[in-house]
């Protein structure tokens, strides 16, 4: 039977397992650093620590960071490829994914979500539940689409950005890395790198207080 390993026994890793299930993965453990503590996620049971993975790692046929911290979730999805791991792709299977969409390795499309054609998607993004990444769009490394956001065609996310939950951004921008979008704001202008944004239209934050 094919082994997961899931790191990180989280909310969102309990979403990550449930997804795995239905994508075939029958075997599957979380690790986490608060393993002995916590011995179980939902379900499923924690066997060991972070550190304890990248021991066991010829055990698994595929392993997950279900790690919702983008910066600490490609991190970790670096060490572990470094360290030789089989890094899974999730898609489940009520998601749309285009035949001509690319996605990066590492990377889970929940249930709902749309992912159009010509869409390139970088390694260790979160397209979460019901959320929609239109035609030619660009997304960089451990970027996080929150439920129910919307990204119009051929926008640009840099690295490490967040698109909250409910939120739309219009065609054709590009927002930088370590962008935060806020919950339903709407995006109609490009936004530099590292600076967060919220409401309708979209703002910066600092200018909002
Ligand atoms: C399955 C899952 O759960 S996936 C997770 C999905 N979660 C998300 O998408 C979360 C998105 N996060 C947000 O929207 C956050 O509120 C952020 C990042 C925009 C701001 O967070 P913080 O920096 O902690 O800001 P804070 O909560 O202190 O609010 C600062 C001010 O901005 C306002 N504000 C915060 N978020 C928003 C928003 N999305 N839209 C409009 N105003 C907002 C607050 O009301 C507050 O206003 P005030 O100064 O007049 O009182």
Redesign the pocket.
């Known amino acids: 039977m094919r082994r997961l390993a899931i790191l990180g026994a989280s909310g ?1 890793g309990k979403v990550v397992a449930d997804t795995a299930e239905r994508c075939g993965w029958r075997s599957l453990v979380f690790f986490d650093d608060a393993w002995p503590k916590r011995q179980h996620n939902g379900p499923w049971v924690v066997i060991g620590n972070g550190a304890m993975l990248f021991d066991a790692l010829s055990g698994f046929d595929g392993v997950l960071v279900a790690i919702g911290d983008n910066r600490i979730r490609q991190d970790r999805l670096r060490r572990l490829r470094d360290a030789g791991a089989r890094l899974a792709t999730l898609v489940h299977p009520a998601a749309t994914v285009s035949t001509y969409a690319r996605l990066g390795e590492g990377s889970v499309v929940f249930a709902g979500a749309v992912l159009n054609v010509d869409a390139r998607i970088g390694p260790g993004t979160i397209l ?2 019901g959320c929609s990444v239109d035609h030619d769009c660009r997304l960089g490394e451990a970027v996080h689409v ?2 129910g956001a919307h990204l119009a065609g051929g926008v640009q996310v840099g690295d490490l950005s967040w698109i ?2 409910g939120a739309s951004v219009r065609q054709s921008l590009r927002l930088g890395r370590r962008v ?1 979008v ?4 709407a995006v109609v202008s490009d936004v530099p790198d590292g600076t ?1 944004v ?2 309708v239209p979209a703002r910066p ?1 600092c200018l ?2």
Request: net charge positive.
């Open positions: 969102h979460n539940t929150s439920p909250g939950i935060m806020g919950a339903g704001a967060t919220i409401g934050l909002n207080r």
